[in-house]
T-cell receptor, first 113, second 114 residues
Framework: NAGVTQTPKFRVLKTGQSMTLLCAQD?????MYWYRQDPGMGLRLIHY???????AKGEVPDGYNVSRLKKQNFLLGLESAAPSQTSVYFC????????????FGPGTRLTVL | AQSVTQLGSHVSVSEGALVLLRCNYS??????LFWYVQYPNQGLQLLLK??????LVKGINGFEAEFKKSETSFHLTKPSAHMSDAAEYFC????????????FGSGTRLSIRP
């Protein structure tokens, strides 16, 4: 049981390049989330999904797109990267158990030059 | 709407001293409350959670937190700090009725002085 995994762990992009971050969970969780973490700002929700085939906007969705084609995977895309998207990105998942904790991946450190 | 305020972005205590990290929440419905810890270059790990059972919640590594509805607080404490407790701590809230989102505080960095 690997929990929540993220690939890649690190990435450097040039402004305007695109990339996709992959999140995978093996706990059969319905809910999955993408957060970004910036110094002094805690974690801010980018997008989330309440089930396969569904997505919804979070607090800071601009410049990002997501897809949940399979229940176990949640992809975060940057179509045209900007320096303001330099951040650490965390994926999380949550199961149907009431009050159950969110499980977090180890993070992806992205730098946009 | 839910929100979380963590007082103090940085707290420094001596090894062996009491640790107190403050968290106040705002919620229009009964909340679930969590404390997470993040060690350098790692993801978030659950320390403890409050889900409407006992108001005093015990977590891992000797931490505990008390839910006080009248004060809308969920402060994290540990009687005796250890060097390995140095990390960033996040308080988080989500409503009973719809746990589809979790809202985090801005975090408190805990430093331990030898």
């Amino acid at each position: 049981n690997a929990g929540v995994t993220q690939t890649p762990k690190f990435r450097v992009l040039k402004t305007g390049q695109s990339m996709t971050l992959l999140c995978a969970q093996d706990m059969n969780h319905e809910y999955m989330y993408w957060y970004r973490q910036d110094p002094g700002m805690g974690l801010r929700l980018i997008h989330y999904s309440v089930g396969e085939g569904t997505t919804a906007k979070g607090e800071v969705p601009d410049g990002y797109n997501v897809s949940r084609l399979k229940k176990q995977n949640f992809l975060l895309g940057l179509e045209s990267a900007a320096p303001s998207q330099t951040s650490v990105y965390f994926c999380a998942s949550w199961g149907p158990t009431s009050g159950g904790p969110w499980y977090f991946g180890p993070g992806t450190r992205l730098t946009v030059l | 709407a839910q929100s979380v305020t963590q007082l103090g972005s940085h707290v420094s205590v001596s090894e062996g001293a009491l640790v107190l990290l403050r968290c106040n929440y705002s919620s229009s419905v009964p909340p679930y409350l969590f404390w997470y810890v993040q060690y350098p270059n790692q993801g978030l790990q659950l320390l403890l959670k409050y889900t409407s059972a006992a108001t005093l919640v015990k977590g891992i590594n000797g931490f505990e937190a008390e839910f006080k509805k009248s004060e809308t607080s969920f402060h994290l404490t540990k009687p005796s700090a250890h060097m390995s407790d140095a990390a960033e701590y996040f308080c988080a809230v989500t409503p009973y009725s719809s746990a589809s989102k979790i809202i985090f505080g801005s975090g408190t960095r805990l430093s331990i002085r030898p």
